[in-house]
């Protein structure tokens, strides 16, 4: 840019209207595989919503906002071996619905919400990279939420039965 990095800085800030993001690379694989099979540890993203269209296509996101939980389920379970697929899917789903108090939600019980991810443990892959964030993932065919089918035939069907979630207090 021909500036100083605090000009080049405030002049991005300035340019973006003070919305801008970054991206780090701060951990190492070892430390990720290390927590990640802590029993306490849970598996989640801090993504905002994204689609491959309309404003949530906005943007350039970190990959993981399309692949965190295919990444976990292709990298540390099928390839590297850090989690079994039960131990994967219960720190995504159980323990975080358990830990934040949402006590209908993240098993498959009578009387909880119908919210199911089905994926074929052989062939769920993230799609999104650096320079093209905007994938989904590949080998998830069908998404429930609420009891309603919201990806079929990983196709979405225009349903939008989501809900804001709110933890009990703890």
Same mark, same amino acid.
């Given at each position: 840019?021909?500036?100083? !990095? ?23 694989? @070892? ?21 491959? &269209? ?11 906002? &399309? ?8 990298? &540390? ?8 697929? @039960? ?8 323990? !975080? ?43 998830? !065919? ?12 990983? @196709? ?15």
């Amino acid at each position: 840019m021909g500036k100083t !990095p605090l000009e080049a800085s405030l002049d991005l800030l300035l340019d973006e209207d003070f919305n801008v993001g970054m991206v780090r690379f701060a951990m190492c694989e @070892e430390d990720v595989e290390l927590v990640l099979s802590h029993p306490a540890v849970m598996i989640g993203s801090d993504a905002g919503a994204r689609a491959t &269209y309309g404003v949530l296509a906005e943007g350039k996101p970190h990959p993981r906002s &399309y692949g965190t939980f295919p990444r976990v389920l292709e990298k &540390y379970v099928r390839e590297r071996r850090v989690l079994t697929l @039960e131990q994967a899917v219960y720190k995504m789903t159980g323990l !975080p619905a358990a830990r934040w108090g949402l006590w209908n939600r993240g098993l498959i019980r009578p009387g909880f919400k119908a919210d199911l991810v089905l994926f074929d443990p052989t062939t769920v892959h993230e799609t999104a990279t650096f320079a093209n964030p905007h994938s989904y993932p590949q080998g998830i !065919p069908y998404v429930v939420v609420n009891g309603q089918l919201v990806v079929d035939a990983g @196709e979405h069907t225009g349903m939008a039965p989501g809900e804001v979630l709110v933890a009990a207090s703890r």
